[in-house]
């Protein structure tokens, strides 16, 4: 059997969705899902509480890069006592998992050397580029595809509930302290959804924007989808936030979405993102996205 160590959540559920997660050994701090591989031991770490308001752990990433300090450490005598064969990395986010360059570095120090397969999707197709890739260093070429076939039959279907009629303008936000729009993938979902991202085009990086630049997206509905935050923290980090310094019309809807399982990791679960904001474009609350105004 091979042994996989991950390093990002995405990678993880990518394995564990191939039905392979007995084949990890070893996960990410961060790595929270399926509940099947919660007591394996964790690689990494980081000097930020996740509990910090987001503008206390902003601050602290940009004084950790000042200082040209990892926001996401690894421990390489745990990797090498787990003796991996595969070590499951990202491109995309420094702030997210390892560096990509810092995990090269140590895979070359150990014997015999890992494999290192990067994942480093900005758009769906991205995705099931990432998928395909992992399926073939597990041998689940063929898992990997029928995995795609049905996301994507999924989305399919999804579209063509939509349809074509009239799509409100849609402002996402990844983070609210500072504030920053949603990108990568996300212009795609909400276009699936029945939407039309009012600040991003597809693949494009999240970008921060200021409060005034939010209004004059002029958005129809806003869905708050914050980065690494489950539904009750994006909730709480919304209710500090008073109506004034949100400076967004009392007439438009806002909903949260639970971003940390559906919209921030580039695996499987990102269709259920746009299944929930089909639903929230529809005026529906349910499991995973509610309405805070």
């Known amino acids: 059997m091979i042994r996989v160590v991950s390093l990002l959540p995405a990678g993880t559920e990518i394995v564990a969705t191939l039905g392979a997660a007995t084949s990890l050994v070893g996960i990410s ?3 929270d899902y399926p509940a099947e591989v919660l007591g394996l031991p964790r690689v990494t770490a980081t000097p930020i509480d996740s509990g910090w308001p987001s503008g206390k752990i902003d601050a602290a990433v940009r004084e950790l890069g000042r200082l040209s300090r ?6 390489a005598e745990q990797i090498r ?3 991996p064969d595969l070590v499951i990395s990202q491109t995309l986010c420094e702030v997210c ?3 990509d360059g810092e995990v090269h570095r140590l895979v070359n120090v150990l014997s015999p050397a890992p494999r290192v397969v990067s994942l480093n999707a900005g758009d769906l197709a991205g995705i099931w580029n990432d998928i395909e890739a992992v399926g073939a260093e597990l041998d689940l070429k063929d898992e990997a595809q029928e995995l795609n076939l049905g996301l994507q039959y999924r989305l399919r279907r999804l579209a063509r509930q939509s349809g074509n009629s009239p799509r409100p303008r849609v402002l996402t936000i990844e983070w609210l302290d500072p504030l920053f729009t949603a990108g990568h993938w996300i212009p795609e979902l909400i276009h699936i959804a029945g939407g039309q991202d009012a600040a991003s085009r597809p693949g ?3 970008r921060r924007l200021t409060w005034a630049e939010a209004g004059r997206c002029r958005p129809d509905v806003i869905v708050v989808m914050l980065c690494g935050f489950g539904l009750e923290r994006s909730l709480r980090e919304l209710k500090r936030l008073t ?5 967004w019309p009392g007439s438009v809807p806002v909903w949260v979405l639970d971003g940390n399982a559906y919209t921030s990791r580039a695996g499987p679960r990102v269709v259920d993102g746009a299944d929930l904001m089909h639903l929230a474009l529809r005026n529906i609350e349910t499991e995973g996205i509610v309405r805070y105004r």
């Open 243 to 247: 109506d004034d310094q949100l400076g």
């Open 81 to 83: 006592r787990l003796a």
């Open 70 to 75: 990892p926001v996401v450490m690894v421990n």
């Open 204 to 206: 494009e990086h999240s």
């Open 97 to 99: 998992a390892v560096a």
């Open 29 to 31: 701090h961060e790595c």
